[in-house]
């Protein structure tokens, strides 16, 4: 990047270039997106602040807005984090001086703690897809495929399946 007065916008969205060339996961990608994109809506709403003129307070009003919207804790750290990446690789650039994240602590994302059912609770609840037509006894086996692996619903439907071992997933 060429030491110019960048707008953060535009700052931004060269690191992530940075990124995507590096190899980052289109997830990863996404999310760090996600964190830039709701930063400057927040931050330079007009897009017309430079970013070496960044403070910690625009970091600190961001968090407070996500929280307003409701986003989850959990949510909230990941956006933070991404951001932070971003700003550190903004400092390696030169684009920016210091982070204004440098002295900021991440917000706190507990975990909820989530009561599993009983196997009387779920026989209750799947039992109706027994009597369904053949989607039903495929429905239960996918919710009883991912209640046993613990798999979470993004990484069962990524799943393959190929007669090449090299390219099957199960």
């Given at each position: ?6 707008k ?28 830039a ?25 961001w ?21 932070a990446?971003l ?38 609840l ?25 798999l ?19």
């Amino acid at each position: 990047m060429k030491r110019v007065g960048h707008k953060l916008r535009d700052a931004l969205d060269l690191e992530i270039g940075r990124r995507k060339i590096e190899g980052l996961s289109q997830h990863s990608l996404r999310a760090m997106r996600d964190a830039a994109d709701s930063f400057c809506l927040s931050a330079d709403p007009h897009e017309r602040a430079s970013a070496a003129d960044l403070t910690p307070a625009q970091v600190v009003e961001w968090i407070d807005a996500m929280r307003q919207r409701g986003l989850s804790p959990t949510t909230l750290l990941v956006r933070y984090r991404y951001l932070a990446t971003l700003m550190r690789g903004l400092v390696s650039a030169g684009v920016i001086p210091v982070s204004p994240m440098k002295d900021l602590r991440a917000p706190r994302a507990r975990a909820p703690i989530v009561e599993f059912p009983n196997d009387a609770e779920v026989e209750r609840l799947l039992n109706p897809l027994r009597y369904q037509d053949v989607n039903g006894a495929r429905d239960l086996a996918v919710i009883w495929f991912l209640a046993a692996a613990g798999l979470r619903r993004a990484e069962l439907i990524g799943m393959r399946w190929s007669a090449d071992p090299a390219r099957c997933d199960l």
